[in-house]
């Protein structure tokens, strides 16, 4: 049986977390970087196969609530909330995401999702 590939939406404006993402993840893991939220609504509409997305709340002002309420309609796969304030997480958990993690530990959780998932 084939290991399906998986491809992440990694929605978050901060450099450094975008940078520890895409050094942490595996060879076989496409990564999809959106630092805005213009860039990442552009990006969910047209990047194919995203089996994953990891949404911070707050993109250099601009609240990703209502992203979030958009990609659930029409997006099963898992979507986290990846910022470091917990009123935001549960804002976006409520919006639609499956889950929280502290943005710090957004490289390492990452890596345990895939691994649980293969």
Excluded: W
Aim: net charge negative; aromatic share 6%; charged share 30%.
């Amino acid at each position: 049986m084939e290991k399906t590939k998986k491809k992440i939406l990694v929605i978050e404006d901060y450099t450094l977390i975008q940078t520890l993402i895409k050094v942490a993840l595996p060879s076989d893991v496409e990564l999809v970087q959106a630092f805005t939220l213009k860039e990442a609504e552009e990006k969910f509409d047209t990047e194919k196969g995203i089996t994953h997305i990891f949404v911070d709340f707050n993109l250099h002002g601009e609240n990703t609530k209502l992203l979030v309420i958009e990609m659930r309609k029409i997006f099963s796969g898992p979507i986290i909330a990846i910022s470091s304030v917990d009123d935001s997480n549960k804002i976006l958990k409520e919006a639609g995401c499956n889950y929280s993690i502290n943005k710090g530990d957004t490289a390492i959780h990452i890596l345990d999702l895939l691994e649980k998932e293969t």
